[in-house]
């Protein structure tokens, strides 16, 4: 039979590791409190910040651009990027094609 001091200590080992578990799982639980109640509150609207509702509305159709800086293009402007000029000329007419002759069988 074991003596006194190892029953103790035996005690004394499982005390600490429920304590452990248990302060792992208030751990846990407070953890999931707080997501599950980060999720559910409205989102912080920021003073100044664009509304949602104007940005996703917005077409590029601004009339405060003028048509000349519609075809602007500043990177190749800026040396960075090449311009997208129509360097290709267009084809010339071609005649039209004779409908194919008959196939003998």
Not at 67 to 87: C, F, K, M, V, Y
């Amino acid at each position: 039979m074991p003596n006194a001091n190892e029953q103790l200590s035996a005690m004394q080992r499982v005390r600490v590791g429920m304590t452990g578990l248990a302060v792992v799982l208030i751990l846990i639980l407070l953890a999931s409190a707080l997501v599950s109640s980060a999720r559910n509150d409205a989102p912080v609207v920021a003073v100044g910040a664009p509304n949602v509702e104007t940005v996703a509305n917005m077409t590029g159709t601004d009339k405060g651009v003028s048509t000349a800086d519609a075809g602007r293009e500043p990177l190749a402007e800026l040396g960075i990027a090449p311009a997208a000029t129509n360097s290709i000329a267009p084809p010339a007419k071609l005649a039209p094609m004779e409908p194919p002759a008959s196939i003998p069988q």
